[in-house]
């Protein structure tokens, strides 16, 4: 696969302890050590960007492409692209990134009632330590968010009895190793340790008057593992195909249930009951490739397929019976039915200056959510992605932007959201046109040691 050039020379006489290629026992402490520094550094919210509610910004060489990525993935972001890119890199790096997201969506409904989420600006980051121990052997470590959420609806708009307020933060810490088998052929698996924090808001009719509303708040979180694995095969010199896979990981998220009611009706209904929910994040297989016979020119197609299926319904189970709907019950059901769905990209880069690149894509992401169970709390539908972004190399330091404008279709909502079977009567339904819009924004730096 040829070695990576990395914008600076090698200091004459470099010291050769450690490793082959010049870094001491004493710098690869160092190195590490800021590994720890930047990962605590990075605990920040999410929100939704992908289809469904993946999180799709890893890496902003990735994201310009519109995240065509899994065939070239020649730096740190590999670890989440595809890991077994790590074997093009040949001396320790550390890359850090923030992505910064802008979402507008607004509802229309049939009748008036137009309402429109608060302004509000999302953001997640990313930190990747790569360090190859030998030619063909690769260590790396990442920590990301993969999964994300976030609305923000008025208290007091027509649909505040399906949601209000939603957040979904999850973060993931994922050592990997790399192998590369043969000159041509590299392998590489990992573990995801996922954590994961939820927390939804809605209002409770009791009166219909938002000022006499009961408000119920769910908090919740849990830990789950799983696994990823990636291939880099390259027939011909300029020729790449890759293939990544994640896991699914399932989460038991363990919290309470937080009900707050006029001061009338308090003592009908517990103030706070525990609970529980299972939430299993998907699977995804993504395969690409990539070509950069035609130099100055990188070209890179990415199909992504994601096991959105395995989410079939959000069940509260909780320790105490609660009144809903006019029955006391010790569960709280809403059916999802999402179906599997796939993202097809393309990516282009182009070489300006020995130190310079800059890069352009698209993405067709196929919405999961089903007609039927189309809701406020993801109005999701099929999103086109248009991304551009440069990266400049100086010194040890690569820097780097991205920018996506996230367009989503259209899409009408005209189905009964239903709680235990029970469908919330009109105007609550808020039946009618979603539309939505992202900006978003990536920066991140790579120190070459």
């Known amino acids: 696969m040829g070695e990576r050039k990395l914008g600076y020379k090698a200091e004459p006489g470099a010291r050769r302890r450690g490793w082959k290629g010049g870094v001491s026992l004493g710098e690869g402490r160092l190195f590490f050590l800021g590994a720890v520094v930047l990962a605590l550094t990075w605990l920040c919210p999410a929100v939704s960007q992908g289809a469904g509610f993946a999180l799709i910004q890893q890496g902003t060489a990735a994201m310009a492409q519109g995240n065509a990525f899994v065939a070239e993935a020649d730096d740190p972001s590999a670890i989440y692209y595809n890991p077994a890119g790590l074997n093009q890199i040949k001396r320790p790096e550390a890359y850090t990134a923030t992505f910064l997201n802008f979402p507008d969506r607004e509802y229309k409904g049939p009748g008036g009632g137009d309402s429109e989420t608060k302004p509000r600006m999302y953001h997640t980051g990313a930190v990747y330590l790569v360090y190859p121990v030998h030619d063909r052997v690769a260590l790396g470590l990442g920590y990301f968010s993969p999964f994300g959420l976030g609305s923000d609806w008025p208290g007091d708009w027509a649909g505040r009895y399906i949601t209000t307020f939603s957040q979904l933060k999850t973060y993931t810490l994922n050592p990997v190793i790399s192998l590369k088998l043969t000159d041509n052929l590299s392998v590489a698996g990992g573990i995801d340790f996922l954590y994961s924090d939820v927390q939804l808001r809605r209002k409770i009719p009791i009166i219909p008057r938002p000022l006499l509303d009961g408000k119920s708040d769910l908090e919740g979180s849990g830990t789950g593992i799983g696994a990823n694995f990636g291939v880099l095969y390259e027939p011909l010199q300029g020729l790449k195909f890759g293939l990544a896979y994640r896991s699914h990981i399932e989460v038991i998220h363990d919290g309470r249930l937080v009900l707050s009611f006029p001061s009338f009706l308090r003592g009908i209904q517990p103030r706070s009951v525990e609970g529980s929910a299972k939430l299993i994040f998907p699977p995804s297989i993504t395969f690409g490739v990539s070509v950069n016979r035609f130099k100055p020119f990188t070209f890179n197609f990415d199909a992504t397929w994601t096991g959105w299926s395995t989410y ?32 097809l990209r393309f990516g282009i880069g182009y070489q300006l200056k020995e130190n310079m690149k ?69 105007p609550a339904q808020v039946n009618g046109a979603y539309r939505s819009h992202t900006h978003s924004l990536g920066l991140s730096t790579t120190f070459h040691f």
């Open 312 to 343: 079939k319904s959000l069940d509260l189970k909780l320790d105490q019976y609660i009144l809903v709907n006019g029955r006391f019950v010790d569960s709280i059901a809403t059916e999802k039915n999402w179906r599997d769905a796939w993202a």
């Open 358 to 426: 800059i890069r352009a894509g698209y993405t067709f992401d196929m919405t999961p959510v089903p007609a039927s169970t189309l809701e406020p709390q993801v109005p999701d539908s099929n999103r086109h992605i248009f991304a551009v972004g440069s990266e400049l190399k100086v010194w040890r330091l690569t820097l780097a932007f991205a920018y996506n404008f996230i367009m989503n279709e259209p899409r009408d909502k005209d189905n009964l959201f239903a709680i235990n079977g029970l469908p919330l009567a009109e």
